[in-house]
Structures are given as structure tokens and as C-alpha cells.
């Protein structure tokens, strides 16, 4: 196990940012935003591009200073003492951004030294989390050798390398193979099985709701909602998705019954014309519409990320 607390440190959120505002050019890109992630927990923070996700991470582990809010880290209040907050802070970014002139192990030797105080029992330390993430075979070779997959876990493991109780993981596995995609999954299950405070961010919906406790959705900047995957797709989306050819002859009824009803019009999807409903609203259009073929289906992330990425 790499993560150890005492009792009363977890019952304390490892992360708690309250009010956070930022603005570009006199726009505000991030509008009152608020996270709680607790030790154990994976916070899944989702918007379309441009809804303030990255710019609130920045914000949360110190690369941007916010013009308005708090952020705590375990306790520690990141304005008031930033040094001691960046320690209990990793951070996996979009990017890779390890030193391609160093090999594997010097890698995570070399983020060691910005930290203060350094990681007690560090050769040990580096070893075990070469050993954990795979890379122990590679770790005298030069990263440029990796795969897309072990690359991320390079970005992974050099984030945990100063043993801190919470990490930011900034679209972790875009560009990787299903595999390989998998395999990151299950890293970051077991960190949190372990007691790390995760806050995740992803544009693959099923990554989200595979691994997240909670989300928070953000749009254009502002929080539109908060909790477990159902509430928010119930809150959001609906009760229900209903779907039907848009070539059926009956489509322009169903889109007429919308409008008149004050339902959003139906988003179209390839070939396919998506209508959410709550329960009323599906017994009434089942009575209107009662011989026409359709597909009634649970609500899904991908559902509410083609919602708030429709500036219609």
C-alpha cells in the first residue's frame, strides 16, 4: 500500500475549493466553482471543451492563482502556505512532460527534488513504483522506447512519487488503445482503493462513469450539478431516453408533440432522433403515439455530454 493516513486526517476532505472565479481578457472562464473530494474518492469533473475544466485543476493544485475563492489541501490552506500544499499534491496533466534526456528511474529521481521536505526512503520508494506500474523492466532505457500506455504510467507514477494525498488526472488516458486504456483504469481503481483523493477529468463518458463516486458538471464556467452519475443524469437529461428513426414518417409529429409539450427538440445522432422524457412525460407520449416503433433506454453520460456541449 502506498498511501497511509490517521483516522482523523480522512475524515477531513482532502480537497475543498470553495468559490472559485477566474477570468481571461475580462471574461470569466470559471464562475463560483466548488469541489470536495474526499481520501478514497474519484471525483469526476465533466463539460464540454470550454466549460472551465482545466483552468478550475490549475486552479486547485497552483498553477493559476484563482481572482476570487479558496482552495484547502488536507487542511492546508494553498494561499496561506503554497509549499506545504504542493506536497501533498500530484498532478498528471494532458500532456507528457517527463525528461526525455533522463531514463525511467532518473525521471522519478528528478521530481523527487522539488519537493521539500524530500521523500524519506526514496531508492526504495522509486523501485516499488516501477515495480507497481510496470516499468521496472524499462527503468535504465529512455522514455522516448514507451508505449502510448506506459508513458501514462511514467506520468503516473512520477505524480506519486513524493507520496501525496491527492492527485489530479487531466484526461489520463486520451490517445491510448482500449487495452491499454483499461490498464490505466485499473491503476487508478486500486490508488483509490488505497486512499487517494483522485479528481478526474475525460471526454470518454464510459472512463467517467466507471471510475467516478461523484461528479461535477461544469458549463460555460458554472456549476450546473453535483453527485452520484443517476442524479445528475436525472437532474440533467431525464428519467429516460427515448429513440426513434429520424426517417420515420411520423418524425415531424414527434417533433411537433415537443414543441407544443415545451420539450427541447429532439438532438439528432446519426440516424437517430434522441428525445429524453421523465415518467409522465413518457406515458403521455406512449398515448400519443402508441403504434409508432421506438427504443426507451436508460439515460447515459454520453447523452449529457451532447446536451452541454449544445449551445442551441
Known amino acids: 500500500m502506498i ?15 470553495e468559490g472559485l472565479v477566474k477570468q481571461f481578457a475580462g471574461r470569466r472562464v470559471v464562475d463560483g466553482v466548488g469541489l470536495r473530494c474526499q481520501a478514497g474518492q474519484v471525483l469526476g469533473l465533466l463539460g464540454a471543451n ?14 493559476l492563482e484563482p481572482d476570487a475563492g479558496t482552495v484547502h489541501v488536507a487542511g492546508i490552506d494553498r494561499h496561506a502556505d ?31 527534488r522539488y519537493f521539500r521536505p524530500r521523500p524519506s526512503a526514496l531508492k526504495p520508494r522509486i523501485s516499488a513504483l516501477l515495480e507497481r506500474f510496470g516499468l521496472d523492466r524499462y527503468a535504465n532505457q529512455k522514455p522516448d522506447i514507451l508505449s502510448g500506455g506506459y508513458r501514462r504510467r511514467l506520468m503516473l ?13 487531466d484526461e489520463p488516458t486520451t490517445g491510448l488503445d ?23 477529468t475525460t471526454h470518454y463518458m464510459e472512463e467517467a462513469e466507471r471510475l467516478s463516486d461523484e461528479l461535477l458538471v461544469l458549463r460555460e464556467g458554472r456549476m450546473v450539478a453535483a453527485g ?17 428513426e429520424a426517417a420515420d414518417p411520423a418524425a415531424p409529429a414527434v417533433r411537433e408533440w415537443a414543441r407544443q409539450v415545451g420539450l427541447p427538440e429532439p438532438s439528432r445522432v446519426l440516424s437517430s432522433l434522441h428525445l429524453a422524457l421523465n415518467g409522465p ?30 449551445k442551441s
Open 3 to 17: 498511501f497511509s493516513d490517521d483516522l482523523n486526517a480522512q475524515r477531513e476532505p482532502v480537497l475543498l475549493a
Open 50 to 63: 470550454g466549460a472551465g475544466k482545466t483552468t478550475t485543476l490549475r486552479m486547485c493544485y497552483g498553477f
Open 82 to 112: 503554497p509549499e506545504t500544499a504542493a506536497r501533498r499534491v500530484g498532478v498528471c496533466t494532458q500532456d507528457d512532460t517527463f525528461d526525455t534526456d533522463f531514463t525511467v528511474r532518473d525521471n522519478l529521481v528528478q521530481m523527487s
Open 157 to 169: 507514477a512520477r505524480a506519486l512519487v513524493h507520496e501525496p494525498r491527492l492527485l489530479f488526472l
Open 178 to 200: 482500449p487495452q491499454a486504456r483499461l490498464e490505466v483504469w485499473e491503476l487508478i481503481d486500486a490508488l483509490r482503493r488505497e486512499g487517494l483523493g483522485i479528481v478526474l
Open 228 to 244: 452520484q452519475s443517476r442524479t445528475v443524469l436525472g437532474d440533467l437529461v431525464g428519467e429516460h431516453m427515448l429513440v426513434l
Open 281 to 310: 412525460g413518457l406515458a403521455q407520449f406512449s398515448a400519443q403515439f402508441g403504434d409508432l416503433r421506438f427504443e426507451v433506454r436508460p439515460p447515459t453520460l454520453d447523452d449529457l455530454f451532447l446536451k452541454l456541449a449544445d
